[in-house]
């Protein structure tokens, strides 16, 4: 499997969980380590970095997702659609108990 496929079948799970995914395509005159997949999830700005089986972030990428967490990001580096999809599962349940101590 390519990672552009990863990247697609991600943004497939992202998009019918009612989330609006952007693919970040990376160049010589943008910010290095933005993940590949960025958007909203039920209002909570999530990050996505796809990397094949037995492959891991770069430092830069490690960094920018360090960064986006401590700005209230959630995000995950994932090597599979099915982990992109426990991650939309986390923001789930994570709202779910906000909600629960709102009432």
């Keep these: 499997m390519r990672e552009s496929n990863l990247q697609r079948d991600v943004q497939a799970v992202f998009t019918a969980r009612g989330g609006y995914p952007i693919k970040y395509h990376g ?3 943008s910010a290095a380590g ?3 997949i960025i958007g909203p999830y039920r ?5 996505i970095e796809t990397k094949l089986p037995g ?3 770069t430092p830069i990428q490690v960094l920018v997702h360090k960064r986006l ?3 209230g990001a959630i995000g ?5 659609a099915a982990e ?6 986390r923001v789930d349940d994570m709202l779910s108990k906000l909600l629960l ?3």
Excluded: I, K, N, R
């Design 27 to 29: 160049g010589p005159y």
């Design 34 to 36: 933005v993940p590949d």
């Design 43 to 47: 209002s909570v700005f999530v990050y």
């Design 55 to 57: 492959q891991e972030p």
């Design 69 to 71: 967490d401590a700005a």
């Design 76 to 80: 995950a580096v994932v090597h599979s």
């Design 84 to 89: 992109a999809a426990l991650l939309l599962d």
């Design 101 to 103: 101590t709102l009432v």
